[in-house]
């Protein structure tokens, strides 16, 4: 009789750790943001040398801002995500100008196309 209930224990046991298990990396997908692990607002701060050029369309943009548009384009949801962060309102950035830097910055390979709230990338 004993023998039955140690299986019954263990198998409760499986059961319970597989769930646990599929609900952490559920919710740790979940708990991850567009930028994995960083904070947005802390990534919206690296795109400072780009303000003013995501604030006018005809202005010229820094080497400096085209570098870090070239690394925030590697995730483009993550640069999204920036875009229409708190900060990036705070400082006066405008998505739909902002969209425009990394052909204004002639990056190779850019994800022409990608939708970023109401806009895309051109």
């Known amino acids: 009789m004993e023998t039955p209930v140690k299986y019954i224990c263990f198998l409760a046991f499986l059961v319970n750790m597989t769930i646990a298990g599929l609900n952490g990396v559920e919710g740790t997908a979940d708990y991850y943001g567009p930028c994995g692990k960083h904070d947005i607002e802390k990534e919206a701060e690296k795109l400072e040398p780009c303000t003013f050029a995501a604030q006018h369309r005809k202005a010229p943009v820094s080497e400096r801002c085209c570098r870090v548009m070239e690394k925030k ?25 902002a969209v425009t830097i990394p052909k204004r910055c002639n990056i190779a390979d850019p ?7 109401a806009f895309t990338l051109p």
């Open 73 to 97: 384009l590697k995730n483009p949801a993550c640069l999204c995500a920036v875009l229409y962060s708190q900060t990036a309102y705070n400082a006066g950035v405008r998505p739909e100008i």
């Open 111 to 117: 994800p022409v196309g990608y939708k970023c709230g």
